[in-house]
């Protein structure tokens, strides 16, 4: 079950935002699964309207979804929202990577490396939640060296939107074992001075996950 614990140094609202979104990325909260304001607002001990502000918050995040009924539903999983989303993602993860290559120093290339290596421990040690986040912190220093800052918030709110396939994405197998590999591919690339190249298996990477990801929800 989703956090309990006293609701502290935030807003009420914020803090009932931040465990539901939580609960939902992370799958405690299903597709499909009702949530209803009074029941959490007696598990947090707060009043029904910092709890349907916070729904409607998450509503407009596409997280929930709201009946004709007025009840709140988990959003469910859609194949057409991940084929947009991933595509997007696609061509601006391609040019954060490619703006990334070609300002590329010796230095950032050496924290690339040293990412990819402790990527490579959490995969031995079948540490999948902190690869993922070791995943996401190789791709930030890349595109971060692109120096385009309006391009890194375009990433950074597709991923917010993206973040509900969390759960099944970390769940797959084949892209979590397929991480690091690609990782080295793509330091390859920057290592020959192909910044093309390091855009097109950036942009590849993508779209395969999201046809992965259409798979498993699919079937």
């Known amino acids: 079950m989703f956090s309990t614990a006293p609701l502290l140094h935030l807003s009420k609202e914020q803090a009932v935002y931040d465990r539901l979104r939580t609960a939902i990325i992370s799958g405690v909260l299903l597709p499909g699964q009702r949530v209803i304001p009074q029941e959490i607002a007696g598990r947090y001990g707060v009043s029904s309207m910092p709890v349907r502000n916070a729904l409607m918050r998450l509503e407009a995040e596409r997280l929930v979804t709201r009946t004709p009924h007025r009840e709140f539903l988990v959003t469910q999983y859609s194949a057409s929202e991940i084929q947009e989303l991933y595509a997007i993602r ?100 920057m290592e020959r001075g192909d910044p093309e190249g390091v855009g097109s298996l950036i942009a590849s990477y993508t779209e395969r996950a999201a046809s992965v990801l259409v798979r498993l929800i699919e079937s």
């Open 90 to 189: 696609a061509a601006l993860e391609g040019l954060a990577g490619r703006l990334g290559a070609r300002n590329m120093t010796a230095e950032a290339l050496r924290e690339l490396h040293q990412i990819l290596g402790r990527a490579e421990q959490h995969l031995i040690r079948g540490e999948f939640g902190a690869l993922i986040a070791v995943n996401q912190e190789f791709h930030d220093r890349l595109y971060l060296q692109g120096g385009n800052q309006q391009l890194m918030e375009l990433i950074c709110a597709l991923r917010d939107r993206a973040d509900r396939y969390r759960a099944v994405y970390d769940a797959i197998q084949e892209i979590r074992d397929s991480t690091v590999q690609e990782h080295r591919q793509i330091l390859s690339a």
